[in-house]
């Protein structure tokens, strides 16, 4: 078929959109990885776990394992932290006295935010001492009931989950959350032990027992829940001992607060 | 038409298909002995077809009888099954084997394979007299292209962003212009539509990729789509009719999903009376879709009127008296409404044949 002026032209400019597309997106990574890095943290096989390999994928990703302190227990959601009030809720952008004096049922849209995960802080050591304190609080009962089934089950499950905290379980705790990632950082300075990382928040409402309207937020997910392992460290990577694989990764996150992998080091089987 | 007109592949087979209405026409009125050519005319008019009928065969691949244009259809269905099948395989080719590849050689990979698959779709443009294979090569083109937008941002863990639709949408509709190809039409004009349907949720506070959350984001789009329809576009073959398809369907999908959920709306007012407005807006917007289908000719709208004014009819229907009714009287009123409607349409029909 004779090659038209018009076609030749829209070829033209379909070579163009392949090229300029991957010049820009490669040039925007060249940028944010030759900037100085927002985090540089040092995080395990508990923090970045390896999901069940899919046969049809032959590449490798970590999912980031975080954890939401909560202690109020009429929360319904657990993935709500307390500190996620009405008050930063508002700050994060939520329109809650508008929702507030409705009469009706409104969907409210979740909000992009940016949300600080901290690294084995003040949240990680508090369940870690709780977890002490009640397997030390079952064991005495038990010492007092050796015969008794059930003393001794919640004997074995305290110290079950102890050995969970202190060897298993994320140390990584969502803490804050805000519009400015800048400003967060000012907040917490020490990027080796706080993350800065994109975040959905969403909120929910219930009444309480005054049946009076109440919001709570919670993170529903991490803007980048999962990292791409290059193939270079595949080899750390041995599906057949999942279970018992341990490993160290140096992130960081570029300044757009892209994480990427700097090294992983595999500590031992 | 004369001849000099002619320079698209829809001109030409309309013209063929003139020629051939002519020649069966002349044909019942010679049997019917109430005209009788010359048999030197009549041989005149049939050269005179035939080369031209053989020119356009040559130069736009027209189908020139009704066997040919039903295998026309046949393989454009098998073309439309190979290139799925081939875009498939690609996208499962690369995941079940780039995992074990350097990023250099994976970053080669990715942007080389779209570039080669657009020269390979111009090179079977250029040679091909069909351009069956070179349309099959473009969707393959743009099922690399994709692959190289999500797998680069998956090797960097780039943040998800609507603007790769944006891209697609460019990169799919210039090559349905330059192929004069539909389909690849129809994906440019969806990935376009998620473009401005996310940016207008993001406009309004929402996160981008929870913009289907809120069907009223869909509305722009659609009403763009409807106005780009009656543009001028008479080289391309059915672009408009692909236009006003899909201004329907974003339209009519949305309207009807919101009269029924009405708390998705932006709308700040009570849940029930949302879907009350919407209700009423489906049932106008349709029947007035019909009426500008049958105005202008648009067999297209009107089928697709039709078929949502009749689910809005019906969905009331159930809201109003499924409960509350026996079974056998609530299917006995479907049916009767379903008479109703086809005697106002066939009354509408035999009224548009009169003017």
Redesign the interface.
Known sequence: MQLSKSSLRLFALAFLILIISNVVILFRVYLSHSSPPTTQITLTQRELRLPYKNKQDSSIYLRISYRVSTTDTSCYNQNNPKWLDTKLLKKLGFNIDQYRDLKYNKTIMPRKVFVVLQYGGVNYKNLLKNAKERVLKHQLLYEKNKNNKSYKQHYEDAKIDLQNEQLYRSKLFVIDAGLNPKKLRQKYDDDQKFIIVGAIVSIYRYHNTKNKKKFYGFIKKLLIPKIYVPQKYHYIFDYKTKNKLKYEVQLNYTNLYEPYIKSIKRISY | MSTKEINSKLEAQHRVDQILSFEAELKILEDEQLISLKTDSLKKIKNYHKTLIDRYALDFDIDTCTAKKQLSLGMKIVSFLAALGFGASIF?LF?????????STQ?TIL?AT??LL?GL??YL?????T?YYSKIAALLSFSA?FL??TM?????????SPNAFL?WA??TI??A???DARMLLGVGIISFSVFISARFGVYH???WL?FG??PENFFPIAFALFAISFLEQQKYFGFDTIYRISAMLLFFFPLLIVSNWG??SYI????NNIEILYQIIGFISSAFAIFIGIKKGFNDMIYIANTFFVIFLYTKFYDWWWDMMPKYLFFLIIGLSGVIVLAVLKRVRVVNATI
């Open positions: 499962f995941y079940q084997f780039w995992g074990d590849l350097s990023i970053l942007i779209p570039i657009l779709t111009i443009y250029r040679y091909e007299k351009s292209f190289n937008i680069i941002g998956e090797i960097y863990n780039i943040t998800p891209v460019a990169f210039t090559l212009y330059a192929l506070g929402c996160y929870d959350d809120r708390e998705i700040q007012m009570d849940k």
